[in-house]
């Protein structure tokens, strides 16, 4: 067993449920940071394993066998290739700043048109997934300018979530989700520094969720 092939487990299990390394460590109950990649590398160099209690905590908060997490770590199994790191697909890339333009997005959200770039990914199942640069310093500590974050108009949006919001007026913004009600929603720019946000839904084209992030 190595190093590295638990860490790309855990990493396979987050993709799998649609989440990011913190977004799993959230759900399982851990520091949302317990997860990042600058925490499996010591100050000294030396490698950092994940305890056997935050192990037990993700199988748990995701339902996945402990079989299944084995399997993983030993490159076996349906779930392999996703566990070894291995590029399922290319999906659209642009900046945050560009997609409030014309021309990047249908009526549904949904990438289009031929002025994207592209990136590798790992096997995310929503054909309409997408990624953006994110820009600004909004959502620091969390994304910082030129973080890539992978976008999914499948996921179900659920409070707490990041996500990525376009309003009818063309404004995209990156933001985490604090309440969603028949009527309105209310949006959080992590950064304190950044103002808060609050719509009516009719002022809203879309909201999609961040599913992944490169760190």
Known sequence: MRHDDVWRAIDAIAAENGLSPS?????AGLDPTAFNPSKRVGPDGRARWPSTESVAKVLAATGTAVENFASLVSGQ??????ARGAVARRIPLIGLAQAGGDGFFDDGGFPVGGSWDEISIPDIADPNAYALEISGDSMEPVFRDGDIVIVSPQAPVRRGDRVVVRTRLGEVMAKQLVRQSAKRIELQSLNPAHPNYNFELSEVAWMHRIVWASQ
């Open 77 to 82: 199994g349906p779930q392999a290739s996703r």
């Open 23 to 27: 977004g799993l460590a959230r759900r």
